[in-house]
């Protein structure tokens, strides 16, 4: 596989030289890993117990954040290109106003009690009303399948 066969001693020369990798190849990890003999579990173990060596790859990451972030807003200010570019940036900057995630806030606590009850009541009522009507709804099919007819749609028979 070409991880030779000290994969697992990730020293800290190994974690220099993975470090000038990254910087020249963010953000794909598997060719830094492959150029220094590791397995991407071992960087990503790595990262999680060498403190120094995750702030190093998060300095990398910012950085290349900051730069993409930076033709972005360049590429938005061109009117002529998509809207993407401008979509994008606002949403990271303005979330309040340009994300498209809702948020939705439930101020039941600040009701009187007997408003609670109210719709606590009305709600309990259409759920019991939902039941009972997708009960008889199926009561209808089962009986229109055996060639019955429904109560509701029986014709009384006029005799001549």
Same mark, same amino acid.
């Given at each position: 596989?070409?991880?030779?066969?000290?994969?697992?001693?990730?020293?800290?020369?190994?974690?220099?030289?993975?470090?000038?990798?990254?910087?020249?190849?963010?953000?794909?990890?598997?060719?830094?890993?492959?150029?220094?003999?590791?397995?991407?579990?071992?960087?990503?173990?790595?990262? #999680? $117990?060498? !403190?120094?060596?995750?702030? /190093? @790859?998060?300095?990398?990451?910012? &950085?290349?954040?900051?730069?993409?972030?930076?033709?972005?807003?360049?590429?938005?200010?061109?009117?002529?290109?998509?809207?993407?570019?401008?979509?994008?940036?606002?949403?990271?900057?303005?979330?309040?106003?340009?994300?498209?995630?809702?948020?939705?806030?439930?101020?039941?606590?600040?009701?009187?009690?007997?408003?609670?009850? #109210? $719709?606590? !009541?009305?709600?309990?009522? /259409? @759920?019991?009303?939902?039941?009972? &009507?997708?009960?008889?709804?199926?009561?209808?099919?089962?009986?229109?399948?055996?060639?019955?007819?429904?109560?509701?749609?029986?014709?009384?028979?006029?005799?001549?």
């Amino acid at each position: 596989m070409g991880l030779g066969l000290d994969a697992y001693n990730f020293n800290p020369e190994r974690k220099l030289r993975f470090i000038t990798l990254a910087e020249q190849l963010w953000p794909d990890i598997s060719q830094c890993c492959k150029g220094i003999g590791i397995h991407p579990v071992t960087f990503y173990n790595h990262m #999680k $117990r060498d !403190e120094k060596f995750r702030e /190093a @790859i998060n300095a990398i990451k910012a &950085s290349k954040l900051d730069e993409l972030e930076r033709v972005a807003i360049e590429n938005g200010r061109d009117k002529s290109k998509g809207f993407l570019d401008r979509a994008m940036i606002l949403r990271a900057h303005r979330p309040e106003l340009y994300d498209r995630a809702k948020v939705v806030r439930v101020e039941g606590y600040s009701m009187k009690d007997s408003e609670k009850t #109210k $719709r606590l !009541e009305s709600l309990s009522n /259409a @759920i019991d009303t939902s039941i009972v &009507s997708s009960y008889t709804t199926r009561k209808e099919r089962q009986r229109l399948k055996r060639g019955g007819v429904s109560d509701a749609k029986a014709k009384p028979q006029v005799s001549e």
